[in-house]
């Protein structure tokens, strides 16, 4: 298998400090990734025919990195998603949006007081940003970019989901994706939404969702609302790496930075899993070097426990951290939310 999809974290500096954000639990200096890095990916991308589709996001916020315009237009000939808080779109910014971009995430986490409260700038801000982009869509007669609104859904903002739903059918928006909490800190594991067991209450809110939605002609796309069996990587499945802002290639954002999460009341700690840099060996040799296409295989064959759900999972020491589970394998996807499809991003 070769690689199709590239997620591209130009920057993990931000220039905003949302509440729930991944970043609140890194100990890692934050840094945009140099010009000479940007250039030799670029390069190396170029030179890959089985790539089809690069997502310019990560953990961070690309749009304040000093090259986004140039990797915008440089990787037109791909189906690009752009993943943004929307804050610091300049006009220029914007034209490249409109030009090069094929599906614009704008990350819309609650109305008016939420939005305010977990973003810390107001949402028409953002809407403004919105707004300016549809203007210019109209101008270009350009009817490619797809305009995409993602949320964080907890116990803070759960009311503000129809509200939402609302502002994204008036302003020309196609799909809501709405992704649960992963806690970083067990204080905000009481923000989670989803249970273990399933939950009459939460199928209950869901169904309200996905028909408001449907009445709206708006897709939405839901994670779960409690743990299910099924196990599937969209990572792994899709042939998609992850290169965050230091070069290293990642499996997935999960393993992409070291920090803690939250499983299900549990501190966990995650230690960042790479297997090579961009500046040292290339994209392809690193994605069919032995450790990470046998990892590949691992994930996709489910060979790896499910911790999550383990009746041993409150006495073993494994699951306080990434660094192994009881099969052998390092690092440990056994107790993964993301392949639960309780987490999701773009
Ligand atoms: C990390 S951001 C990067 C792009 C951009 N800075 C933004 O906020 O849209 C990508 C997505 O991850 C979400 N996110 C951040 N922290 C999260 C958490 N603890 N659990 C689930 N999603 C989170 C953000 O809300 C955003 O929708
Ligand atoms: S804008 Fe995105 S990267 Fe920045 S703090 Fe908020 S969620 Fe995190
Ligand atoms: S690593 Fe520990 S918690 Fe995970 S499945 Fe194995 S015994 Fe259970
Ligand atoms: S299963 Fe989870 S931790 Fe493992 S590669 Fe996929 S997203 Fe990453």
């Not at 990916?41 to 030179?47: A, K, P, R, V, Y």
């Not at 399933?198 to 839901?222: D, E, K, P």
């Amino acid at each position: 298998m070769s690689i199709k999809k590239v997620c591209l974290e130009l920057t993990d500096a931000c220039n905003l400090n949302c509440t729930m954000c991944y970043r609140h639990s890194w100990h890692e200096q934050t840094q945009h990734m140099p010009k000479l890095m940007v250039e030799t990916i670029l390069n190396q991308i170029e030179g890959i025919e089985s790539i089809e589709e690069i997502v310019v996001g990560g953990i961070g916020e690309p749009s304040i990195h000093p090259q986004i315009i140039e990797v915008l237009k440089r990787l037109k000939p791909y189906k690009v998603s752009l993943t943004t808080n929307g804050v610091s779109l300049t006009a220029p910014i914007r034209e490249a949006i409109v030009e090069h971009v094929d599906q614009l995430v704008i990350s819309i986490d609650g109305l008016a007081q939420n939005f305010y409260e977990i973003r810390g700038i107001h949402l028409e801000t953002v809407l403004e940003q919105v707004r300016l982009i549809n203007e210019l869509k109209k101008s270009k007669l350009n009817d490619s970019l797809q305009l995409i609104f993602q949320m964080v859904l907890s116990e803070t903002n759960k009311e503000d989901v129809f509200g939402i739903i609302d502002l994204a059918s008036k302003y020309g928006v196609s799909q809501l994706i709405i992704s649960n909490i992963l806690p970083v800190s067990l204080e905000d594991s009481a923000l989670c939404l989803y249970a273990l067991e399933t939950n009459a209450y939460m199928n209950a809110y869901y169904n309200q969702i996905r028909t408001y939605a449907i009445g709206r002609g708006l897709a939405v796309r839901l994670s779960e609302n409690r743990l299910k069996t099924e196990r599937r990587c969209r990572f792994v499945d899709n042939d998609t790496l992850v290169i965050n802002a230091r070069g290293d290639i990642a499996p997935c954002y999960r393993f992409a930075h070291s920090g803690t999460e939250v499983v299900f009341g549990r501190l966990k700690t995650i230690q960042a899993h790479t297997f090579g840099n961009v500046l040292e060996a290339g994209l392809e040799k690193i994605w069919h070097s032995k450790a990470y296409t046998d990892y590949r295989h691992m994930v996709y064959n489910n060979h790896y426990p499910s911790c999550t759900d383990c009746d041993l999972v409150d006495g073993c020491d494994m699951v306080n951290d990434t660094y192994g589970d009881c099969y052998g394998n390092a690092p440990s996807c056994g107790d993964c939310l993301w392949v639960r499809n309780l987490v999701y991003c773009i």
